[in-house]
């Protein structure tokens, strides 16, 4: 499935990146802070082209397979209006406005590979927007947002879910179907499984996690006079376990 995304100028993102290039400069070069000094790194700083951050929405069996998305980046190009005119001459430019560059749009295909997690931030390295200024492309940088899901949620690298069982599965033990992000398995419940019990699912998550699921098992809505004989008699076979055994009820 391919879908078009608008990259969109984020004004924080472009301001961390100034930062991280300032810290990145002056982590290179330690040297007494002087006035002259820092002036420099201010300029090294704002010629640096600003990344392009986008958003490609997954569904969880892509984040796990993996996916393709094509967007639409709005690269700097110079002025085809004015470009041939003096600097002072360009400020009176209809089609730019004086900036001297126009926006030119073009597709960028991006191969996301398998184990994508939710939030994740994607770098692709010189595969964002052409900077007029830097006379260079910007990194690409695709933050992933994974679809909800109707049944199974995320938690980090796990896929969780609550699978309700009947009184008589979690008694007697059962294979169940249940969903998983890439589709379904049986399951095997066994017996005497308490509610609240999870089950491990090894390798079913995003990126080597696990699917977790846990079981609430139901009681029955209705009874047959039989079958409330049947209990009875289960109750009357069951010995003096006491499930309160541990309580004091005294007082
Ligand atoms: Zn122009």
Not at 14 to 19: F, L, P
Not at 45 to 73: H, M
Not at 186 to 202: D, H, S
């Amino acid at each position: 499935m391919i879908s078009n995304n608008t990259a969109l100028a984020n004004s924080d993102y472009q301001m961390n990146e100034k930062i991280k290039e300032e810290i990145e400069i002056s982590t290179a070069k330690p040297a007494p802070v002087n006035k002259k000094l820092s002036e420099s790194r201010l300029r090294l700083a704002t010629i640096q082209s600003l990344a392009t951050l986008v958003e490609a929405e997954v569904t969880l069996k892509e984040a796990i397979k993996g996916a393709a998305r094509t967007f639409t980046i709005a690269d700097q190009i110079a002025c085809t209006n004015c470009v041939n005119l003096k600097p002072v001459n360009r400020l009176q430019c209809q089609n730019c406005k004086g900036l001297g560059y126009q926006k030119a749009e073009r597709q960028v295909e991006i191969t996301l590979q398998p184990g994508l997690l939710e939030g994740q931030e994607i770098r692709y390295s010189s595969m964002g927007a052409a900077d007029i200024r830097s006379g260079k492309n910007g990194d690409l940088i695709v933050k992933i947002k994974i679809t909800e899901h109707p049944y199974l949620k995320i938690e980090g690298k796990n896929i969780t879910c609550t699978l309700p069982t009947s009184l008589y599965e979690a008694v007697l033990g059962a294979e169940i179907e249940i969903p998983t992000a890439t589709g379904k398995v049986v399951m095997k419940i066994q017996p005497l499984t308490q509610p609240g019990r999870v089950y491990r699912l090894k390798g079913l998550g995003l990126a080597g996690g696990d699917q977790l699921v846990t079981i609430d098992v139901l009681m029955p809505q209705v009874l047959t006079k039989e079958q409330v004989e049947l209990f009875q008699k289960i109750k009357e076979k069951a010995g003096d376990s006491d499930p309160r055994g541990a309580l004091i009820l005294s007082h």
